[in-house]
């Protein structure tokens, strides 16, 4: 059932009705029964908490949960760094392997004591393989490592002290294409004959038709080789052809592939493109073309587990239907990024509205725990290599920003930060842009800060570094420090699943975070203007008593309303 407070005045009853009445036309769209949440009232005035509009909470697929229900997601946080633009260790102004092993202190020094690292978990690195493009998403070696970046030697250091401080490591593994350089394409091109040749895909071998539309929005799929006949496919570009899964020498070398990686200390994978393996047209999108895609990963898996049982694989599976998400997590990965969250989070921070987090979420794990056997863990983000920086879509708005990284640090999953988000970098596309070098020191050419190529988005009044930032108490640096902290140190944040918690006040954002050792309410004040709130009392939960912890120690708690100041988060047990 959905605990509420009885006791509401009878100057909010129009606006709890109302409530109700979005919220049932919600139930409606899921499916009908309760939604095992808590409501409280505002006596603030503000305005009512409109139904949320991510596509997650219209999926009918999507069951509700009971009170009994805890999707627990033990978690850590991981950070995301394009290796080229991190720390030059060499002054050749590209980053390397021995600038990342340098700069490990900043992210965790591994003493749990102290407070001046970052305190990440985990490390993703983007593609560190031989490859002719600068970013690397266009493999033309898949057992070495990009020289500019260093030796494998360099590598295995970088790991074997990441893991010394208690860091897991895991990189980009890009298994749908290679690129067109990969001499297994070049020999396939060349020799019809040749043993590679079908670990491509030619329309004119397997009989297939040309034309059709790319199911990654890139055109025609369709590319032709200079001085050759027939056409392969390559559905981001020309430069990176297609595998073809339906040859098991493709699939079991991709499997030696990660097998290879797992055994030079790797801890798992974030596999790129992952819908894409046979999903390859925009008519190909399917359930079943779907289905198919989760044999390979399962088989791909059930290949790695036998090296390193613990594997963590995530998945790009850019697509905003909870149920297409959902296929993946069942014994193929462990998590996918969630990128409808990180839209929802960063307009939520924007706008300063709440848009029922805590309701989608609750739903969406329910499914998720159900396809998975209760064994995932949502990977969420705010923006990665892909899309325009955090800073950027907020405007340079420092408190917004703020909010933004609380929201994703209080919500369970891995969450995963891009580097330079904990300074506010700016980047907008191209992708250059958003992959400008990380901003170490006020100065662009101290040493070790990576040149490789020109900050465009963070030079002059824009620039704000990592030297700047650190004796400021009031960084947005500071503030993912103390954020990062709760979600380690409070076990609810850190390992709970969540439930809904209505505050009929569309400022505030609040959920429970629930774990099997305690439970949590986090409430989050989006809006300039202080907020209050009245506990909701006598719950199954238990009532919440004292602030556990707060982002200004303005906040208070007197009997049971609790009043937040101007852009405040707030832990209450």
């Not at 998400?325 to 929802?344: C, G, H, I, R």
């Not at 070790?448 to 020109?454: E, H, I, R, V």
């Not at 620039?463 to 076990?491: A, F, G, M, T």
């Amino acid at each position: 059932m959905k605990y509420r407070n009885w006791f509401i005045s009878s100057s909010q009853t129009s606006r709890w009705t109302l409530h109700v009445a979005l919220v049932t036309t919600l139930f409606i769209v899921l499916l009908t029964g309760c939604t095992g949440g808590i409501s409280n009232t505002s006596s603030n005035g503000a305005n009512e908490t409109e139904s949320p509009t991510n596509n997650l909470s219209n999926d009918p697929s999507i069951p509700t949960l009971t009170t009994t229900s805890l999707d627990t997601q033990p978690s850590t946080v991981y950070y995301e760094i394009f290796v080229r633009s991190f720390y030059d260790s060499d002054g050749d102004g590209i980053g390397d392997f021995k600038g990342l092993t340098e700069k490990l202190d900043y992210l965790n020094d591994g003493n749990p004591d102290t407070d001046n690292d970052l305190g990440i978990g985990g490390i993703w690195l983007m593609p560190i393989n031989t490859s002719p493009s600068y970013h690397g998403y266009d493999v033309s070696n898949y057992r070495e490592v990009n020289p500019d970046y260093g030796t494998m030697e360099d590598f295995t250091n970088f790991i074997n002290e990441a893991h010394k401080r208690g860091i897991k490591v895991i990189m980009d593994l890009v298994v749908n294409h290679t690129s067109n350089e990969n001499p297994w394409f070049t020999q396939s091109a060349k020799d019809k004959s040749s043993k590679y040749r079908n670990w491509y895909v030619w329309a004119e071998d397997s009989n297939r038709s040309l034309g059709g539309t790319s199911a990654a929005s890139t055109g025609d799929p369709w590319h032709t080789v200079e001085g050759k006949d027939g056409h392969y496919l390559g559905i981001f570009w020309g430069g990176m052809p297609d595998l073809n899964f339906d040859n098991q020498e493709v699939r079991d070398e991709m499997k030696d592939i990660g097998k290879f990686w797992l055994e030079k200390g790797l801890d798992g994978f974030r596999v790129d493109a992952a819908k894409h393996i046979y999903e390859d047209l925009l008519t190909d999108k399917s359930q079943e073309t779907t289905d198919k895609n989760v044999a390979w990963w399962q088989e791909f898996r059930s290949g790695l587990v036998q090296s390193n049982p613990n594997t963590y694989l995530v998945s790009e599976v850019w697509d905003k239907g909870a149920v297409t998400v959902a296929s993946y997590l069942n014994k193929a990965f462990d998590s996918s990024f969630n990128f409808s969250l990180a839209e929802t989070i960063i307009q939520s921070a924007k706008s300063e509205r709440d848009n029922n987090i805590g309701f989608i979420l609750e739903r969406t794990y329910k499914l998720y725990a159900e396809k998975s056997g209760g064994e995932f863990v949502d990977a969420t983000f705010l923006t990665n290599h892909d899309l325009n920086r955090v800073m950027s879509q907020l405007e340079g708005n420092k408190e917004h920003a703020k909010m933004a990284a609380s929201l994703l640090l209080t919500l369970p999953g891995n969450p995963f930060i891009y580097y330079g988000e904990e300074i506010g970098m700016l980047g907008v596309k191209p992708d250059e842009g958003i992959r400008e070098p990380m901003v170490w020191f006020t100065d662009d050419s101290a040493a070790g800060q990576a040149t490789w190529q020109a900050s465009i988005n963070n030079h002059g009044t824009a620039r704000s570094s990592v030297e700047e930032q650190l004796s400021d108490p009031d960084s947005l640096l500071s503030h993912y420090r103390q954020l990062i902290r709760w979600k380690s140190s409070i076990p609810a944040l850190r390992d709970g699943g969540i439930q809904e918690y209505t505050t009929d006040n569309a400022s505030l954002a609040a959920y429970i975070r629930q774990s099997d050792e305690e439970t949590v309410l986090v409430v989050h004040n989006l809006s300039g203007k202080e907020q209050t709130l009245g506990l909701a009392l006598d719950t199954d939960l238990g009532e919440f008593k004292s602030i556990l912890q707060a982002t200004k120690p303005e906040a208070t708690l007197t009997s049971n309303t609790l009043t937040l100041p101007a852009y405040t988060t707030v832990i209450l047990k």
